[in-house]
Structure formats: C-alpha cells, structure tokens
C-alpha cells in the first residue's frame, strides 16, 4: 500500500477528471459526471472516492471495458459496480464499504440496484492479488433515445469522438505497466490509438467462466 503514490497520482489525474466533467448528456447518451447537475456531482464524488481507496495498492493491470451500464456505473459512477457492490461492505481490498466510505446513491429512497456483469466483475477481482484499475471505453452511459433505462452499443463516431480522447489521456497519466480490453469495443479502442492489448471476454451473455479464466491468466502474466 502506497499513500503517498495515491495522493500523487489523484492530482495528476486532475485534468482528465476535469475533461470527464465537461461531457453533457445527449438524446442517446447520458453524461456521468456532469457538475451542473445533481447526480453528476454525485457519480463524480464517488469515482475519487473509489480511486483514493484504490490507488494505493499502485495497480500495475488496466482493464478497459465496454461503455456504463444502466444498472450499473450510470448509477453509481464506479465502472463495473452496482449499487449493491458499492453500498456493501469493503471488499478484501478495502474498496467500496457505503455511507461510512462516503458513498451516495443518487436516489436514495430506491430499491439498490445490482448488475449481473458487475457482480461477476467483482468476484473474479476477490481471487486476484492485487485489484485493476477498470475503465470504460466510452466515458457516456449510451441508450436508445427516449428509454433512459436501456443499453446500447456505441457508435465508430462516438468513439471517435468521445472515447479515444479521454482514454488516451488517462494512458499517459497514469502510464500503467499492462493494459487489456474487457470485449470487442474496449479492444477496438485500444487499438484505434495503436496499443496492443490483450482481448478477455466480456462476462456477459454467458462469458462469466471465459472471463475469469482470461483475467487470471493475464493477472500471472503480469507479475
């Protein structure tokens, strides 16, 4: 554990944090962190939260996925987390832990919420010796237009657009040893800005054993 690493770290990613910020919500794309409402400011406060518990185990493996969620970081802003996993008890990683970490839901007279990618997510991560740091390729929750409650894939032009520039500014932040891709978006990101990352299969629609298998034997490798 390196605090000192973390608090290092935490203000020199201060400028992506700030780009992530500057994202408003669209027809068919809802922006997580945007200051000038009431549930951005909230997903906000609980990606530092969740990267100051983070960041002083130094993960040496990024992961990047897919796009948020609906039942998952559109609700929370901590990529592959449900609100049931973030408003539970801290994991063998001291990651997450609810209100007594400083967690908020951003409704919080509902039903929590859990993500069945998350909760397998999070599982495998507990058989790891050190916890990734996962990122989605697309920074927006991607929806049909008018279902706010829906998931879709993103488009080659938001990923263009929206995905490429963010991602590559958090590669050179955080300048991360190993890199992998959690299914086909987060690969074809990557390799849109020329890096050659490792494909693992996405958990859902059955992936969850391929999943697995493929993390463990990128976490040896990476040791």
């Known amino acids: 554990m390196d605090a000192a690493f973390a608090h290092r770290m935490l203000e020199h990613l201060e400028p992506w944090l700030e780009r992530l910020a500057r994202f408003h919500d669209r027809a068919d794309a809802h922006a997580l962190y945007d200051p000038a409402t009431a549930a951005g400011r909230i997903r906000l406060d609980n990606l530092r939260i969740y990267l100051r518990q983070l960041l002083p185990w130094r993960p040496s493996v990024l992961l990047i996925g897919e796009a948020p969620g609906y039942r998952g970081a559109w609700r929370t802003g901590v990529n592959f987390c449900s609100e049931k996993i973030m408003m539970g008890p801290k994991d063998r990683f001291g990651l997450f832990g609810g209100e007594t970490a400083g967690y908020r839901l951003i409704d919080p007279h509902a039903a929590l919420c859990g993500e069945a990618s998350s909760t397998v997510v999070q599982r495998v991560f507990q058989e790891l010796p050190e916890p990734p740091l996962v990122w989605p390729a697309l920074p927006l929750h991607p929806h049909k237009p008018g279902i706010d409650a829906s998931n879709r894939t993103p488009t ?49 629609h059955g992936g969850a054993p391929a999943f697995r298998d493929g993390l463990l034997a990128l976490m040896r490798n990476a040791r």
């Open 156 to 204: 080659p032009a938001e990923l263009r657009r929206d995905a490429l520039p963010q991602l590559q500014q958090l590669i050179a932040l955080y300048q991360p040893a190993h890199i992998a891709a959690v299914g086909n978006i987060g690969w074809s990101a990557l390799a849109s800005l020329g890096i050659e990352a490792v494909k693992i299969r996405h958990p859902a």
